[in-house]
């Protein structure tokens, strides 16, 4: 099988800021599940193919647990509780560590709106802002404000449990 290759030549570092119940969520058992964590994972890897990726994932306290363990690789690890919880948590990083400085590409792995002016302010800045969407939908402004989108859905056909 090809790897996928989303840019011709990707440059410089990359950072992933994934809202995991986001991309991952169940919808047919309205939960998160182990199984659902691993498939996203490795499609969120399989697009990382030629970057140099650091990742922060996040989460709310009672799926941290099963996010950390099952999403196989080393990661930053954020979680909190309440609505939009994880959003906020990936949102503080975005608008408080200089990303713009550190890094050429960000992948934010949620089509929520509320990145919509985050991601917008770091385009401006010359950062290419890639969105990739799993279970959930992905918010017209900030479809507007990015470079690319990737939907997981595409991806999980060239990806194996295995």
């Known amino acids: 099988m090809s790897e996928l290759n989303v840019f011709e030549r990707p440059i ?13 969520w169940d919808r047919e058992k309205n939960t998160l599940l182990p199984h659902k964590i691993e498939l996203t994972s490795k499609a969120v890897n399989k697009i ?5 990726v650091q990742e922060v994932i996040a989460s709310s306290r009672f799926f941290a647990e ?8 080393n990661a930053r ?9 994880a959003d ?15 890094f050429n590409t960000v992948f934010i792995g949620s089509g929520d709106g509320i990145f919509s002016e985050a991601a917008s302010d ?3 800045k010359g950062v290419q802002v890639v969105v ?3 279970t959930g939908t992905l918010s017209k402004k900030l479809e507007l404000v990015t470079s690319f989108s990737i939907s997981l859905h595409n991806v999980f056909s060239h990806v ?3």
């Open 12 to 24: 410089g570092r990359a950072l992933f800021l994934g809202d995991i119940e986001n991309l991952a």
């Open 48 to 52: 990382f193919n030629g970057y140099e």
């Open 66 to 73: 099963s996010v950390w363990f099952n999403w196989g690789r």
């Open 77 to 85: 690890r954020l979680f909190a509780s309440g609505p939009d919880a």
């Open 88 to 102: 906020i948590e990936l949102l503080r990083v975005m608008n408080s560590e200089d990303l713009a400085a550190r």
């Open 122 to 124: 770091l385009v401006t």
């Open 132 to 134: 990739l969407t799993g």
């Open 160 to 162: 194996s449990m295995n």
